[in-house]
């Protein structure tokens, strides 16, 4: 299937960058190892969009919010790759979706069925659209304010789907091409290296390409979203 386009954006005209907030006190360096919420660094994300997907798996999201820091663990994303007929890049740069044709690392936020913002994370080289869908996280800093966001109480429920998983960090639009290896409003960050099995899954919600196994989610975590079927 052929490319997508190539753009002349480039991350340094695109992307979006804040100044670094004060670290949080429950997530800075400590005595025991290294600060679990220091951001990825770029080099460390590989290029190919299924293994970026593979490779999220376990890593941290973290928000910065007047309240506190809120985070948590990623337990489940989607790939959608260079000309897959099922990503937003398909049909090539549009307004909407530039984001994604940003270098790796850049978040590419949109809003869907009228309710639910959606979380992913650029992928490729810059100029080739390609992105990556947060699914689920396990929450991990912050719960408290997480409730409060989504008006829910069960800990399995506060980001357990993407449209979850955004309004309890209080995701929206203004994220939209925001660097995610800086430290800042909203970042991927290393977490604490937890052993986990991977599983691999057809895509949630899709009819197109609808058979690829392109869906990574840790077995056996109750956090995941989908069908139990899916998640074996």
Known sequence: ?????????TSAARSREAPDPPAPASGGAGRDGPDPLAPLDRSELPVETAAL????????????????????????TEAY????AAGHAF?????????LFLERGHAYVYF?????????VSAETPGIGAGVLIR??????????????????????????????????RIDRSLDGLDLCRRGPLWL??????????GESVRIGISREADRLLRFYVRDSPYVSGPRRLNA
């Open 1 to 9: 299937m052929a490319r997508s386009p190539a753009s002349p954006i």
């Open 53 to 76: 997907a593979r490779f999220l798996i376990g890593k941290v999201v973290a928000r910065a919010l007047p309240e506190g820091v809120v985070s948590g663990r990623i337990v489940e």
């Open 81 to 84: 790759g260079v000309g897959d």
């Open 91 to 99: 049909s090539g740069l549009t307004e909407r979706n530039r984001s």
């Open 112 to 120: 869907i069925y009228g309710r639910s913002w959606m979380l992913n």
């Open 136 to 169: 689920a996280i396990e929450p991990r800093d912050g719960v408290s304010i997480m409730r409060l966001n989504r008006g829910t109480g069960p800990l399995r429920d506060l980001a357990r789907g993407p449209g979850r998983l955004a309004a309890a960090l």
């Open 189 to 198: 960050a290393r977490g604490d290296a937890a052993a986990h099995e991977i």
